[in-house]
Every structure is written in C-alpha cells, then in structure tokens.
C-alpha cells in the first residue's frame, strides 16, 4: 500500500473513532426495545446480498436499515447499529478473514457516513 494511501486511510479511521465516541457521549433511547429489535435486524440484515444486473459486486440490504434508524432513533442510536452491523458484515461467517485496517476502514466509512446523512436529515435548513 502506498503512503498516500496509508494516509487516507488512517485518517477515515481516526475521524471515524473521533465521530464515534463524539455521538456516543451524547447516547439516549427514547425506546431500548425498539433499538434493539432495529440492531437484531441490521446484523441479519448485514448478511443479505442483493445482485444486480449490470453491477460486478452484490449490494448489501443493510443500507436500508441504517436509513430507517436514522430516520426513526437517535443519531447515536442509529451510529450504533450501522457500525455494528458492519463489524458483523466484515467478520461474520468469511472464509478469509479481512485485515484489521480493512476492518476498521469499513467501520469509521460507516461512522462518518451515517453521522453526515443524520445531520443531513436532523439540519433544521432542510
């Protein structure tokens, strides 16, 4: 790998960390069985692929479960779910086990994209 490289993606996981422990400071549940019935079904959910006619890879259905929790909990709720469930996406049930980088890429990408689509949806201009 490249240093450019290197670079690009210690910072997505050093921004990721810093969004992560940001949000969950901030952590309230209007409805803990409501969260947790949304988590259960997100990590399934992380394990179902899609193939798509014309596309080289398959499209995971998780993407509509963080949309929903963003949408229905907390951002710290909703944080919580997508990086768990793509914790579960990267390591559940592989033959190859991925590396520790990619791992942590994957899941400080989810983190700053779930947390910039919330205050998208929360910003008070929209």
Request: aromatic content about 10%.
């Given at each position: 790998?490249s240093?450019i490289?290197?670079?690009?993606?210690?910072?997505?996981?050093?921004?990721?960390?810093a969004?992560?422990?940001?949000?969950?400071?901030?952590?309230?549940?209007?409805?803990l069985?409501?969260?947790?019935?949304?988590?259960?079904?997100?990590i399934?959910?992380?394990?179902l692929?899609?193939?798509?006619?014309?596309?080289?890879?398959a499209l995971?259905?998780l993407f509509i479960?963080?949309l929903?929790?963003?949408v229905?909990?907390?951002?710290?709720?909703a944080?919580?779910?997508g990086?768990?469930?793509i914790?579960m996406?990267?390591?559940w049930n592989?033959?190859?086990?991925?590396?520790?980088h990619?791992?942590l890429?994957n899941?400080?990408?989810?983190a700053?994209?779930?947390?910039?689509?919330?205050v998208?949806?929360?910003s008070?201009?929209?």
């Amino acid at each position: 790998m490249s240093s450019i490289a290197k670079i690009y993606v210690s910072a997505i996981v050093v921004i990721g960390a810093a969004v992560f422990v940001t949000e969950l400071a901030r952590w309230e549940s209007q409805d803990l069985i409501r969260f947790l019935c949304y988590l259960a079904l997100a990590i399934v959910a992380s394990r179902l692929k899609v193939a798509l006619p014309g596309i080289s890879g398959a499209l995971s259905v998780l993407f509509i479960f963080i949309l929903f929790a963003i949408v229905e909990l907390s951002l710290p709720e909703a944080l919580l779910i997508g990086c768990s469930a793509i914790l579960m996406q990267c390591l559940w049930n592989y033959r190859q086990r991925p590396k520790w980088h990619q791992v942590l890429f994957n899941v400080g990408g989810i983190a700053i994209a779930v947390v910039s689509a919330g205050v998208v949806y929360h910003s008070s201009l929209l």
